[in-house]
């Protein structure tokens, strides 16, 4: 399973969220994509059209679990995409920013 850390994404980086809406509702990433992985094989087109040509997908949820299952699948499509390990829980805990679709702090759930 192709993995990454939190500690090595940077700004920048293309970052997919498979957690559900109560979840990413409650905080995410600034900037991440969000296609919860119960509805990502139908939305898998949203996901094609934003992820860069050449990047990497960093594929991230809870706590790594889902986002491996993704991952996975979008290797087998010869995507070039990794977990990132621990999820939105090592995120948080490493005090990168967790915000609402609003812009306010956030949290993880």
Known sequence: MPTAEVGDLKDGDFLLDVRE???WQAGHAEGALHIPISEFVGRY???TEAAPQDGRIHVICRSGGRSAQVTMYLVQQGIDAVNVDGGMQVWQ???RPVVTDE???GIVI
């Open 21 to 23: 809406d109560d979840e």
């Open 45 to 47: 087109g949203e996901l």
């Open 103 to 105: 812009g306010q702090p």
């Open 93 to 95: 805990a490493a005090g």
